[in-house]
Nanobody
Framework: QVQLVESGGGLVQAGGSLRLSCAAS????????MGWFRQAPEKEREFVAAITRRSDSIYYADSVKGRFTISRDNAKNTAYLQMNSLQPEDTAVYYCATGGVGATRSRFSYGNWGQGTQVTVSS
């Protein structure tokens, strides 16, 4: 089973940027679609972005399109989420997860999850 560890969260002012990282253990990282999700207090976990195994397909939630960029480095077993122009409504715990070949926006198609990293955006 793949172990995932997120990092890079923190407190930032509105308009600022953060870069999240998701480090994966094991040798199978390159076989997974990688997804980023977030969960704000008292809200359901929601899709943010996903990237397929060879980075040939990328998906974003409408709320982050044009501001967030997902990427991956299979040689480093790491996925990234560059977040620019952050707004208070982006405040949440951010999770990375591994998905199968058909995984895109549904959290139910992702199996392994990290412990999450807190992102707080102040106004």
């Amino acid at each position: 089973q793949v172990q995932l560890v997120e990092s890079g969260g923190g407190l930032v002012q509105a308009g600022g940027s953060l870069r999240l990282s998701c480090a994966a253990s094991g040798r199978t990282f390159s076989t997974y679609t990688m997804g980023w999700f977030r969960q704000a207090p008292e809200k359901e976990r929601e899709f943010v972005a996903a990237i397929t195994r060879r980075s040939d397909s990328i998906y974003y939630a409408d709320s982050v399109k044009g501001r967030f960029t997902i990427s991956r480095d299979n040689a480093k077993n790491t996925a990234y989420l560059q977040m620019n122009s952050l707004q208070p409504e982006d405040t949440a715990v951010y999770y990375c997860a591994t998905g199968g070949v058909g995984a895109t926006r549904s959290r139910f198609s992702y199996g392994n999850w990290g412990q999450g990293t807190q992102v707080t955006v102040s106004s």
